[in-house]
T-cell receptor, first 114, second 116 residues
């Protein structure tokens, strides 16, 4: 079965600093990969997704992620964090062929200091 | 606003009771998914319905059941509630069933269930 690991439970960055959130997955083939963001009291919003092709994917709100097959990673990055980016971020994976079921990581809570 | 609505927003009940959570998908979406978010288990997929039929099943307890009605809204029924069932329950919808390809899932704001 596929699984997702987000090793950082909580990260604090200063506004304007760069951000990288780590995600490692376990799956026998190339899965579908996603990053979602959850703001307090809100549902989950899709930031970006990777299915195939270019390993660097661009998302909304200035986020990007890079798929590295050799490292089984799909890290999320942003060059300059804004205070409004404070939220919880979830990496998720879906098996190709049964793409409906999302398996989520445990999440990383991002705090932004001014 | 994702277009997915969930009612109620909050629900407080006692152990042993039964509750029903309701989800209305985005207009035109045929698939509905239910997820549970708890401190112990994180975000877990429970079940998916596509156009009224069960399409995929995850870690859903036997005490839980769901259905999707002809108007495509869905209900998640939780019975014989235990303290550990306290969680945030999300509904998501997508255009199609996603059997062979991914269809983006749009999440509702969730229903927070507290079992006392």
């Amino acid at each position: 079965a596929q699984s997702v690991t987000q090793p950082d439970i909580h990260i604090t960055v200063s506004e304007g600093a760069s951000l990288e959130l780590r995600c490692n997955y376990s799956y026998g083939a190339t899965p579908y990969l996603f990053w979602y963001v959850q703001s307090p009291g809100q549902g989950l919003q899709l930031l970006l997704k990777y299915f195939s092709g270019d390993t660097l994917v661009q998302g909304i709100k200035g986020f990007e992620a890079e798929f590295k097959r050799s490292q089984s990673s799909f890290n999320l990055r942003k060059p300059s964090v804004h205070w409004s980016d404070a939220a919880e971020y979830f990496c998720a994976v879906a098996r190709t062929g049964t793409a409906s079921k999302l398996t989520f990581g445990t999440g990383t809570r991002l705090q932004v200091t001014l | 606003d994702s277009g997915v609505t969930q009612t109620p927003k909050h629900l407080i009940t006692a152990t042993g009771q039964r509750v029903t959570l309701r989800c209305s998908p985005r207009s035109g979406d045929l698939s509905v998914y239910w997820y549970q978010q708890s401190l112990d288990q994180g975000l877990q997929f429970l079940i998916q319905y596509y156009n009224g039929e069960e399409r995929a099943k995850g870690n859903i307890l036997e005490r839980f059941s769901a259905q999707q009605f002809p108007d495509l809204h869905s209900e998640l029924n939780l019975s014989s509630l235990e303290l550990g069932d306290s969680a945030l329950y999300f509904c998501a919808s997508s255009a199609h069933g996603g059997r062979d390809s991914y269809n983006e899932q749009f999440f509702g704001p969730g229903t927070r269930l507290t079992v006392l």
